[in-house]
């Protein structure tokens, strides 16, 4: 198993920028892709942005230009830096990591945007 803990959350003005991070522990040999997902009130999680075991990145089109994911391997830690946030960039957001078996969570973290 893959256990994920993630920080950095919080309240921003917008225009602002966080940045999250996500410490994975465990199986962390069988990981072949992390993530970040979001989850507003009322709506579905979301995709904003992934990064591959090969370093290939992707994200949401929403995010494209504000967000960036990168990776310290030597700290098994992944990063989320948003800049240029928006009110609509208010959600929960969850770490992920893909295996061959399964999806691990994080617990997720509170970011709140204000206007």
């Known amino acids: 198993q893959v256990q994920l803990v993630e920080s950095g959350g919080g309240l921003v003005q917008a225009g602002g920028s966080l940045r999250l991070s996500c410490a994975a522990s465990?199986?962390?040999?069988?990981?072949?892709?992390m993530g970040w997902y979001r989850q507003a009130p009322g709506k579905q999680r979301e995709l904003v942005a992934i990064i591959t075991s090969g370093g290939t990145t992707n994200y949401a089109d929403s995010v494209k230009g504000r967000f960036t994911i990168s990776r310290d391997n030597a700290k098994n830690t992944v990063y989320l830096q948003m800049n240029s946030l928006k009110p609509e960039d208010t959600a929960v957001y969850y770490c992920?990591?893909?295996?061959?078996?399964?999806?691990?969570w994080g617990q997720g973290t509170q970011v709140t945007v204000s206007s």
């Open positions: 465990g199986r962390i040999f069988s990981i072949n892709a």
């Open positions: 992920a990591a893909a295996t061959i078996a399964t999806t691990e």
